[in-house]
């Protein structure tokens, strides 16, 4: 069984940086992909940022030139210049499919998540 715990959320004001970090244990597959996802209550699940085994890297529009994703204990997310619309619950996940993606439905695992708020 795999466990990825995300941490590094929190109450920030806007035009901050925050770091999420996530971490994996138990039994550990070759993950071909990891990402980072948000949700805000009552909207569907949204990816923020991928990244393959290949190197290859995509971000959601909202966020491109402010997040940065990279490999670091599994996988972490350099937020800069938050938004109060930044403001939801950061999940990573990590999957066993090939290619680039951000569709949560090809991600196999899954943290519990991480809050993060942006005041204005």
């Known amino acids: 069984q795999v466990e990825l715990v995300e941490s590094g959320g929190g109450s920030v004001q806007a035009g901050s940086s925050l770091r999420l970090s996530c971490r994996a244990s138990g039994r550990l597959y070759n993950f071909s992909r990891t990402a980072w996802f948000r949700q805000i209550p009552g909207k569907a699940r949204e990816g923020v940022a991928m990244?393959?085994?290949?190197g290859g890297i995509g971000y959601n529009d909202s966020v491109k030139g402010r997040f940065t994703i990279f490999k670091d204990n599994l996988v972490d997310l350099q937020m800069n210049s938050l938004r109060p619309e930044d403001t939801a619950v950061y999940s990573c996940?990590?999957?066993?499919?090939?290619?680039?993606?951000?569709?949560?439905?090809?991600?196999?695992?899954w943290g519990q998540g991480n809050q993060v708020t942006v005041s204005s």
């Open positions: 996940a990590a999957g066993l499919g090939v290619g680039s993606s951000l569709n949560p439905g090809d991600y196999n695992f």
């Open positions: 990244i393959n085994s290949d």
